[in-house]
């Protein structure tokens, strides 16, 4: 199996062989995905790849055709979904709205058949964990986004779940918002040792907040990794192109000799190290922040399209054929640069990442 802790670890949540069609239609077959204790796993890939599925099959909210799910040593594949005392937090919150914060907060552990009076002292801990103590008889209608997301968040932990799973929780948050409660959410989470799967279909929210992320492609878990392995090491072109930006031009490999490579493309000859053989058809890739503006071992001469200018960065695009692009970034603001003008772009052989394209 290759998806999951390092082998001899000991995995809290283990999907084991999943099998789900909808109609007929499979959505994904021999999934296994494995999570340790007190990880913060992200699930990540383009819309449609099997992320929700995948995330109720472990809630148990959707059954799987086949296979297992393990939790602690205990298979809860036939365990309906109110035993598990896992708790989900969805995208659209889906809270009470005319109730109070505190009595959205309470309602889960009455339902746990815990009297009324008791509840107190516990909604207190759990409004001061995500920051909402002045809000606690405020009807849930009366709060931002942000403040109903943490009291979403806030009903989740009250129950102490043996398991945390979100499905985009905070996709309807701005971007300024979106990065608080993700700083929010990963200490609070990491404080507590809870084990969480986070479903995104936005890489920076699962670079930031994930101890590793599972790229998914096609109800298939195409790599398994701690973020910064993603991003140095994308193990397919699509993860390279999912994670991060790229540089990305197409080729076929014209000489193969000791692990080198010397490959042609739209932009002139680059060099990369791999095994492949000579007439082979790749993708060569490299991250954006890796390419100087100058000759290097690799290198390539291209007319400017665009220069962007973001702040902390400048991103400048050379002219692209086909699926083909080259991206270089910068540091810092770069002015004088005039679309057209020829510029020189150079990186070395270690940082070509090849791929062979799938015939
Ligand atoms: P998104 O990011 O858009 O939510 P996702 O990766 O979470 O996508 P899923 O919601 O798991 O994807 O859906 C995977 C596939 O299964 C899709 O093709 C979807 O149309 C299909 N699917 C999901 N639920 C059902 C259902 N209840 N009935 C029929 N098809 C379904």
Same mark, same amino acid.
């Given at each position: 199996?290759?998806?999951?802790?390092?082998?001899?670890?000991?995995?809290?949540?283990?999907?084991?062989?999943?099998?789900?069609?909808?109609?007929?239609?499979?959505?994904?077959?021999?999934?296994?995905?494995?999570?340790?204790?007190?990880?913060?796993?992200?699930?990540?890939?383009?819309?449609?790849?099997?992320?929700?599925?995948?995330?109720?099959?472990?809630?148990?909210?959707?059954?799987?055709?086949?296979?297992?799910?393990?939790?602690?040593?205990?298979?809860?594949?036939?365990?309906?979904?109110?035993?598990?005392?896992?708790?989900?937090?969805?995208?659209?919150?889906?809270?009470?709205?005319?109730?109070?914060?505190?009595?959205?907060?309470?309602?889960?552990?009455?339902?746990?058949?815990?009297?009324?009076?008791?509840?107190?002292?516990?909604?207190?801990?759990?409004?001061?964990?995500?920051?909402?103590?002045?809000?606690?008889? &405020?009807?849930?209608? *009366? +709060?931002?986004? $942000?403040?109903?997301?943490? #009291?979403? !968040?806030?009903?989740? %932990? /009250?129950?102490?779940?043996?398991?945390?799973?979100?499905?985009?929780?905070?996709?309807?948050?701005?971007?300024?918002?979106?990065?608080?409660?993700?700083?929010?959410?990963?200490?609070?989470?990491?404080?507590?040792?809870?084990?969480?799967?986070?479903?995104?279909?936005?890489?920076?929210?699962?670079?930031?907040?994930?101890?590793?992320?599972?790229?998914?492609?096609?109800?298939?878990?195409?790599?398994?990794?701690?973020?910064?392995?993603?991003?140095?090491?994308?193990?397919?072109?699509?993860?390279?192109?999912?994670?991060?930006?790229?540089?990305?031009?197409?080729?076929?490999?014209?000489?193969?000799?000791?692990?080198?490579?010397?490959?042609?493309?739209?932009?002139?000859?680059? &060099?990369?190290?791999? *095994? +492949?053989?000579? $007439?082979?058809?790749?993708? #060569?890739? !490299?991250?954006?922040? %890796? /390419?100087?503006?100058?000759?290097?071992?690799?290198?390539?001469?291209?007319?400017?399209?665009?220069?962007?200018?973001?702040?902390?960065?400048?991103?400048?695009?050379?002219?692209?054929?086909?699926?083909?692009?080259?991206?270089?970034?910068?540091?810092?603001?770069?002015?004088?640069?005039?679309?057209?003008?020829?510029?020189?772009?150079?990186?070395?052989?270690?940082?070509?990442?090849?791929?062979?394209?799938?015939?």
């Amino acid at each position: 199996r290759s998806a999951g802790p390092e082998p001899g670890a000991h995995a809290y949540l283990d999907v084991v062989d999943i099998s789900k069609a909808f109609r007929g239609t499979t959505v994904m077959s021999g999934m296994d995905f494995r999570v340790a204790r007190g990880e913060l796993v992200s699930l990540l890939g383009p819309s449609g790849c099997g992320k929700t599925t995948l995330l109720r099959i472990i809630a148990g909210l959707t059954s799987a055709d086949a296979g297992d799910v393990v939790l602690d040593g205990r298979a809860i594949t036939k365990v309906p979904a109110h035993k598990r005392n896992i708790s989900v937090v969805f995208q659209s919150y889906a809270l009470f709205p005319h109730l109070t914060v505190a009595e959205n907060l309470a309602f889960g552990l009455r339902a746990r058949g815990m009297a009324k009076a008791q509840t107190g002292p516990q909604v207190a801990d759990a409004l001061a964990l995500v920051r909402m103590s002045d809000f606690a008889e &405020r009807p849930v209608a *009366a +709060l931002s986004g $942000g403040q109903q997301q943490r #009291v979403a !968040v806030a009903r989740a %932990l /009250i129950v102490d779940p043996v398991l945390l799973l979100l499905d985009e929780p905070f996709s309807a948050l701005d971007r300024k918002l979106r990065e608080t409660m993700q700083v929010e959410l990963k200490s609070l989470l990491r404080d507590r040792g809870m084990t969480a799967v986070f479903v995104t279909h936005d890489q920076e929210e699962a670079m930031g907040v994930s101890d590793r992320i599972a790229v998914m492609n096609a109800g298939r878990i195409e790599q398994f990794a701690t973020p910064s392995d993603l991003y140095a090491r994308p193990a397919s072109a699509f993860v390279m192109d999912f994670v991060g930006l790229s540089s990305r031009l197409s080729g076929k490999v014209k000489v193969s000799e000791a692990g080198a490579l010397r490959i042609e493309t739209p932009y002139g000859e680059v &060099r990369a190290k791999g *095994a +492949l053989a000579p $007439g082979a058809k790749v993708v #060569v890739g !490299v991250r954006p922040e %890796l /390419i100087r503006r100058e000759a290097g071992e690799n290198t390539v001469r291209v007319a400017l399209a665009d220069a962007m200018i973001l702040g902390a960065k400048t991103h400048l695009y050379g002219a692209s054929t086909g699926d083909d692009r080259l991206l270089c970034e910068l540091p810092g603001i770069q002015s004088g640069l005039e679309r057209g003008q020829q510029v020189t772009f150079g990186w070395s052989v270690d940082d070509t990442l090849v791929y062979e394209v799938e015939r």
